[in-house]
């Protein structure tokens, strides 16, 4: 049965609620404009379910892979030549669409079984776990009082209540923080002064070779980025996107929606986690809700009072629903190996699994340097790459060596 408009409303201001501090929080690090970075999120979103056949239920936010890049040419160039170093990071997505429709979808699947998918889906869960709790350590009594509402909101409530689980404990959370004092003074006083309506500082892009190749090749990381944040919301949703619309398409979705983000003065964007996990907290996958939800991502930026409300959220109460949201993100990767049927009495199994899990969470870096250009694998997009490569070179015959040496053992139900 379809949801009524309002039921998606509150479903979608409830998604722009969850992805609102990350998105601002890139350009609060780099320099760039956080209005700016609204707007161009809600863009990049609407742009993406256009090209993609209005099917995915994903919310692009400002990608953090792209951080120490953006600073580095910022400080150099300044932000024109970042925006034009964005937009070639957008365009080697339209070349790694390209690829992969050459190569062929069925390829690309093979390179991501379940035993490589399931551990890089908990990899994403957890390895933004520490942002939870440092948050949530900010104030734990914020923080508490916001995941209990939470949790009682997504067990016990009825009709609208329980699919919104996430609005609810903000709301909660934030009018302890009102009661406890715990909103800075100076953020009460920026609402107060702030204005309704405004546009944001856009600016256009300029192309210079040095931005280009500092930022451009940061979308090898984040194409390997792309490729698990699919896979997740699609187990989310109980969908296979890689086939349907297909890979090559959000690919350059993705690409389109980065560049046009990037022409406006704002940050990358990228697939957002944030709001994977409200999906798989209210079970409500309609991508009209994060269409919704892009709207109000562009309405904030255009309105100074609206991001200064939700500039003042006190971090415990984010750091609240972000430990339940990246838990239950963490949640399917471990559901993803359940249904898989992965059985770790094999030692080849147990040791794909164990790299992705260790390089993944255990804050292992590799620097690569080719052409002058400097790049960092790490965290998701190293773990993915190891599980791929751990897949295709570890011999399967060590699980039928395993089973000739214990032939009762895995004779077992």
Do not use: C
């Amino acid at each position: 049965m379809p949801l009524p408009l309002q039921k998606k409303v509150v479903l979608g201001l409830q998604h722009t609620i969850a992805m609102f501090g990350a998105t601002v929080l890139v350009p609060l690090l780099t320099g760039l404009n956080p209005s700016v970075a609204l707007f161009g999120a809600g863009l990049a979103t609407l742009l993406f379910h256009v090209l993609t056949g209005l099917g995915v239920p994903i919310f692009l936010g400002s990608s953090f892979a792209f951080i120490a890049p953006i600073i580095a040419v910022l400080k150099a160039e300044g932000p024109a030549a970042v925006g034009g170093g964005l937009v070639a990071a957008g365009a080697m997505y339209l070349v790694f669409s390209a690829l992969v429709k050459l190569v062929g979808i069925r390829r690309v699947q093979q390179v991501f079984p379940p035993i490589v998918t399931g551990p890089v889906i908990i990899v994403i869960g957890l390895s933004l776990a520490g942002v939870a709790v440092n948050q949530a350590q900010s104030h734990w009594g914020l923080a508490l009082v916001t995941l209990l509402a939470a949790i009682v909101t997504s067990v016990f409530a009825r009709g609208l209540f329980k699919m919104i689980p996430i609005l609810i404990a903000v709301i909660t959370g934030y009018l302890a923080a009102l009661v406890l004092g715990a909103v800075e003074p100076a953020r009460l006083d920026a609402i107060r002064e702030a204005a309704w309506l405004g546009l944001p500082p856009f600016h256009g892009p300029t192309f210079s070779w040095s931005a280009i190749f500092v930022l451009a090749p940061v979308a090898l990381v984040t194409f390997i980025e792309h490729i698990g944040d699919v896979i997740v919301n699609g187990r989310v949703v109980g969908k296979n996107f890689l086939e349907h619309p297909g890979l090559p398409r959000t690919l350059f979705a993705d690409g389109i929606a980065n560049m046009a983000s990037a022409v406006l003065g704002g940050p990358a964007a990228t697939t957002y986690a944030e709001n994977t996990g409200v999906l798989a907290v209210t079970r409500v996958y309609d991508p009209a809700v994060l269409r919704i939800a892009a709207g109000f991502a562009m309405l904030f930026g255009l309105s100074p009072k609206l991001a200064a409300v939700f500039q003042s959220l006190p971090p415990g109460v984010l750091g609240g629903v972000s430990i339940l949201l990246f838990g239950m993100i963490a949640s399917v990767g471990i559901r993803t190996l359940s249904e898989a049927r992965i059985d770790f009495a094999h030692s080849r199994n147990l040791i794909v699994v164990s790299l992705i899990l260790v390089l993944g969470l255990g804050g292992a870096k590799i620097p690569v340097a080719f052409g002058g250009v400097h790049l960092e694998l790490h965290g998701m997009a190293l773990a993915a790459l190891v599980g791929i490569l751990a897949n295709a070179l570890l011999p399967a015959s060590l699980d039928r060596e395993e089973l000739d040496a214990h032939p009762a053992e895995d004779m077992r139900p």
